[in-house]
C-alpha cells in the first residue's frame, strides 16, 4: 500500500527534506519525489479533506487512463511475444515497449506480465512426474568448486562436487521423493572421473536403478538432442554392465532434472557452506570431510515426511534396486581410427598393428588399463600390451603380408652373419653401411641388396667388390653393382696373390739381407 500520507504530511506539516523522508519510511526518494509531485499537481495540501479516503487519494493522484476510443484496449498476441521472448536479448520490459508504442493507451507494465505468465500457464502446464521406488537416480556436477591445496607446492586446484539424488513414489500414491544423496569430490568433469564417480556412487546405494538421468555434459552426451541424444561410448559400455539405461534430461528443460538440482543446491548449502572455511590438502581428506556431512544429511528427519532420506530410501528404494555385477566396472576409453598404409594405427603416440586387409579401413579402439582391443565392425580383430614408451611400434607377425614378414625377420645380427659367410669384406661393408646411419635398421635395405649380388657373381667377386667399395668410402648398392659391372673388383681379387712371396731356388729372400 503506498504511503502517500505519510509523505505529505512529513513534507507539508514537519517540513522535511525528500531524503529524510525517503529515509524514515523506508521508500525511495524518487519515489517520495514522485508523490509530493502528483498531489502539488492534483492541488492537494496539508491537511487532506476528511472525506478523502485512500482509495480517492490514490485514485486522484494515480488517474486510470484514458479509455480507447471503441473502448477496449487492445490485448497483446501472447504467442508472438512468447516466440520473440526466446530471442537473444529479448525482454519483456522491451515488448511491452513496443506494445505501449504501437498501442499508446493499452496496458500497463504489470498487467502486461501478469496476463502473460497466466496466458504461458495455460498453454504449457508443468507435469508433475511421477516415479516408482528404485526407477531413476538423477546424477550431476555443483556448480560451485571446493579449493585443494598441494601441500609441496602449495598450489590451489580447484575440483568438482559430483551430486546424486535417488527418487521415488511414495506408498500412499502421491508424487514425492526419498532425497537420499550421494556427493563426493572429483579432480574434474572428465571422462575418468565421471565414470568413476559412478561406479562408487553404485555401490555406495548398494544396487543399480533401472534408469541414470545426466545432464548433457560432454562427458556423458556427445550430441545433444531431445529425441536421439549420442551417448559417449564409454558411458554407455557402463551402463551395459550394470544393467541399467542412460536417459539424459532433454537439452533446456530444467524440469526434466529437477530432483538432481535441488539436491546440488542442498548438498553446496548442507556441505560446500560447512566446508568454506576449511583447507585441504588432498583430495582423499576432502572425501573424507563430505562423506560424514553426506551421512549426517541423509539421517535427519525430513519435515513432512517424519522420516529420514536413509530411512526412506532403505524401505522403499533399496527393496527395488538391482543387484550390483559381480566386478565393478574398469574404466575404458574407447577412439576411433584409420587404419594407415603400414597396418597400424596411432594410440597416444604409440602404434599397434592390425590385419594387413584392413589398411584404409575405420577401426575402433579399446584401451583399459594395459591393454589395447581393436574392433572392427563390432568384431575383435586384435589385442595388444599396452606399451609403456612413447614412439614406438606393436606389431603383431600375423598381421603382416608374407613379404614384411620375411623382411622383419632380418636383424643386424643376422645381417652381419650371413655377410660374413660371403667374406670378410662383404661383412666390414654392411657393417659399415649401418653404422653410417642414425638407425642400424635404416641400412637394412642396402645391406639386403648387397647379399642379393651373391645370386649374380661369384662371392670372391663380390667380397673383392666391397673392398674397393670400403677403399673409396661407398655406401650404396649402386657402387657396388657398379663396381662388378665395370669390373673393377678384379684389381682387389690379385690383392692377396700380390701379397705372397714368390718361392724360387734363385731368390734369396728377405732373410738374407739380415
Known amino acids: ?4 500520507r505519510d509523505v505529505l504530511r512529513m513534507k507539508h506539516a514537519q517540513g522535511l527534506s525528500e531524503r529524510v523522508i525517503a529515509r524514515s519510511l523506508g521508500l525511495g526518494k524518487g519515489t517520495v519525489g514522485a508523490y509530493v509531485g502528483r498531489a ?61 508504442a504501437a498501442h499508446p493507451l493499452g496496458f500497463g507494465y504489470a498487467w502486461f506480465c501478469e496476463h502473460y505468465e497466466a496466458w ?44 546424486a539424488a535417488s527418487r521415488r513414489r511414495r506408498a500412499c500414491g502421491t508424487t514425492g521423493a526419498s532425497n537420499y544423496t550421494y556427493a563426493e569430490a572429483v579432480a574434474s568433469e572428465g571422462l575418468e572421473d565421471w565414470i568413476g564417480a559412478h561406479v562408487r556412487m553404485f555401490t555406495f546405494l548398494g544396487g543399480v536403478p533401472k534408469v541414470v538421468v545426466p545432464d548433457n555434459l560432454k562427458s556423458a552426451v556427445l550430441k545433444a538432442c531431445r529425441f536421439d541424444p549420442g551417448l559417449n561410448r564409454t558411458y554407455a559400455e557402463m551402463a551395459g554392465h550394470y544393467g541399467t539405461a542412460i536417459l539424459p534430461a532433454r537439452p533446456y528443460r530444467p524440469r526434466d532434472k529437477a ?24 583430495l582423499a581428506e576432502l572425501n573424507a570431510a563430505i562423506r560424514g556431512l553426506v551421512n549426517e544429511l541423509n539421517m535427519r528427519v525430513m519435515r513432512g515426511y517424519g522420516a529420514s532420506r536413509a530411512d526412506l530410501f532403505a524401505t522403499v528404494d533399496r527393496p527395488n534396486l ?23 594405427i596411432e594410440i597416444d603416440s604409440c602404434w599397434y598393428s592390425v590385419p594387413f586387409r584392413l589398411i584404409r579401413q ?31 611400434h606393436v606389431t603383431v607377425p600375423d598381421h603382416m603380408p608374407s613379404a614384411h614378414r620375411r623382411y622383419a625377420d632380418w636383424t643386424p645380427g643376422r645381417v652381419l652373419a650371413q655377410a660374413v659367410k660371403l667374406g670378410p669384406s662383404v661383412a666390414a661393408f654392411c657393417e659399415a653401411v649401418m653404422a653410417d646411419r642414425p638407425h642400424p635398421e635404416q641400412g637394412f635395405r642396402t645391406c639386403l641388396g648387397v647379399l642379393d649380388l651373391a645370386r649374380s657373381y661369384d662371392p670372391a667377386r663380390l667380397d673383392a667388390a666391397c673392398r674397393r667399395g670400403l677403399s673409396i668410402r661407398a655406401r650404396s648398392i649402386a657402387s657396388i653393382r657398379s663396381i662388378l659391372k665395370t669390373g673393377l673388383d678384379r684389381a682387389f681379387l690379385d690383392e692377396e696373390a700380390e701379397q705372397l712371396p714368390r718361392q724360387h731356388p734363385n731368390i734369396r729372400g728377405q732373410s738374407y739381407y739380415h
Open 322 to 344: 538391482q543387484p550390483l555385477p559381480a566386478e565393478p566396472y574398469t574404466f575404458a576409453r574407447w577412439k576411433r581410427a584409420r587404419v594407415a598404409p603400414d597396418y597400424h
Open 120 to 163: 504461458k500457464g495455460r498453454v504449457r502446464p508443468t507435469m508433475r512426474q511421477t516415479h516408482v521406488g528404485g526407477e531413476k537416480v538423477f546424477v550431476d556436477f555443483a556448480g560451485d568448486t571446493v579449493d585443494v591445496i598441494d601441500p609441496e607446492t602449495g598450489e590451489v586446484r580447484a575440483v568438482k562436487l559430483f551430486v
Open 259 to 282: 530432483k538432481v538440482e535441488v539436491a546440488v543446491q542442498v548438498a553446496q548449502r548442507w556441505i560446500l557452506a560447512r566446508l568454506r572455511n576449511r583447507r585441504f590438502f588432498s
Open 40 to 100: 502539488r499537481k492534483a492541488g492537494l495540501t496539508w491537511p487532506l479533506p476528511d472525506a478523502l479516503s485512500d482509495d480517492d487519494l490514490e485514485l486522484l493522484l494515480f488517474p486510470a487512463p484514458p479509455a480507447a476510443p471503441d473502448g477496449d484496449r487492445p490485448v497483446p498476441d501472447w504467442a508472438v511475444v512468447d516466440r520473440e521472448l526466446r530471442r537473444p536479448g529479448v525482454t519483456r520490459a522491451l515488448l511491452w515497449e513496443e506494445y505501449r
Open 1 to 4: 500500500m503506498r504511503r502517500i
Open 362 to 392: 575405420e577401426v575402433e579402439a579399446r584401451i583399459c588399463g594395459g591393454t589395447v582391443e581393436i574392433f572392427h565392425k563390432g568384431q575383435r580383430v586384435a589385442s595388444h600390451l599396452r606399451s609403456p614408451g612413447r614412439r614406438s
